[in-house]
């Protein structure tokens, strides 16, 4: 059985147990997931029975990718009919309840919603995106490498970057060393996120107080971005001596990504700033001791929350005012947002093949960002870290 068969084996187990008849995918990365191309089109899965890739585009590459079946989709007007004769066993068995075929809601546009409602007026829509997020959570070893392969290839860029690293270069000459480098290891050029409207351009560099600048991005540190196209990251401001440098970077390798951060400085930081940074090694070494089959996630990030307050932190501990994010870390895979979120109301436990990005910063207005980013897979007796780069303070 290969990986995308189990992966739907898997799925067809939960529809089954939650009396839902099937499920429609559409959006590109779970397509990936499932079928191993990522050709635009339909992923039918029923809850018990093969599977069919509907492709409109491209229909030859997606032969060549796919280990699922694939079908030219043809006209969509008559997409309810063929899957409906295709599929005799769920679309004409008398119910004794209405069809229930489950979508990924998070991601679905309505007008496709809407579309795919008027060619199969039979079913009720439910809500797919949490069961199919929570199958992604838990990695396999061929996807655990993949990142371990990313952690791998950031950390020669990142030394890489440290080697041309000078007083007056700006953040985004900094971030180019970084993006040319990983490009010619296999850096597919960008990083996924599900979230709706959220972006990520490689990572983030900022200094000083570019670094502390807030914006829309869901995370302790914006950056200011070139523009405000574009607010978020590396910008054109010089990198100047004593000021951290927070350097936020990742890449992905056949779709995976690895995230990770470390703080460097040219020449000293300031005391208030070096001890901030400590603490953000105090923390990420405590929830290490903590990070075990078992541990709740939920109980992780209060973890953190209590230790910046002890340390008089509370206030600059993963953002600042009303820009401060209420999480400690979250799983990584084929996007930078996967689950499972170290935060309040998440009560996952730990499992073996979770890999979650664990990253406690501290944010100074005006001033810059310290903070350590790791990212782990969890195994049966803990954890392995994915990330290989050398921490503490690193200073030129």
Request: aromatic share 8%; with cysteine; charged share 25%.
């Amino acid at each position: 059985m290969n990986e995308h068969t189990e992966r739907i084996r898997r799925l067809q187990d939960r529809l089954l147990q939650l009396q839902i008849d099937g499920c429609m995918i559409t959006q590109n990365v779970d397509l990936y997931y499932f079928t191993g191309s990522m050709q635009t089109g339909y992923l039918f899965i029923p809850n018990e029975g093969e599977a069919v890739f509907f492709v409109r585009r491209s229909v030859v590459r997606a032969e060549q990718e796919s280990s699922i079946t694939v079908e030219p989709l043809g006209s969509f007007r008559s997409f309810g009919e063929r899957l409906s004769e295709l599929y005799r066993s769920v679309f004409h068995t008398v119910p004794t309840r209405r069809l229930r075929l489950a979508a990924e809601f998070d991601v679905l546009p309505v007008q496709q919603l809407r579309r795919l409602e008027t060619i199969l007026p039979q079913v009720e829509w439910v809500d797919g995106s949490l069961l199919i997020r929570e199958l992604r959570m838990i990695k396999s070893a061929f996807e655990i490498g993949h990142i371990r392969e990313a952690g791998r290839i950031i950390n020669l860029a990142f030394e890489n970057a440290l080697d041309k690293l000078s007083p007056g270069m700006t953040e985004l000459e900094l971030m180019s060393h970084i993006e040319l480098f990983v490009r010619r290891e296999g850096h597919i050029g960008i990083m996924r996120m599900r979230g709706y409207n959220q972006e990520v351009i490689t990572g983030m560099i900022g200094a000083g107080e570019a670094a502390a600048m807030p914006t829309y991005f869901d995370g302790p540190a914006g950056g200011q971005g070139v523009s405000s196209a574009s607010p978020q990251s590396a910008s054109r401001r010089p990198i100047a001596v004593n000021e951290p440098i927070l350097i936020d970077i990742g890449c992905c390798i056949d779709g995976y990504v690895i995230d990770q951060t470390r703080t460097v400085v040219m020449g000293s930081l300031e005391d208030d700033l070096f001890e901030a940074y400590e603490q953000s090694e105090l923390i990420i070494r405590s929830v290490e001791s903590k990070l075990l089959p078992g541990a709740v996630c939920e109980q992780l990030y209060m973890h953190s929350l209590q230790m910046a307050h002890a340390a008089g932190l509370s206030d600059h501990f993963m953002g600042y005012g009303d820009d401060q994010v209420k999480f400690l870390g979250h799983g990584i895979g084929l996007e930078i947002d996967e689950l499972p979120v170290l935060a309040k109301g998440f009560s996952y436990r730990l499992q073996p093949g979770m890999v979650i990005a664990v990253e406690p910063k501290f944010t100074f207005p005006q001033r810059g960002v310290v903070g350590i980013e790791n990212s782990y897979a969890i195994t049966e007796t803990g954890f392995e870290k994915l990330t290989v780069s050398r921490e503490g303070l690193i200073r030129l």
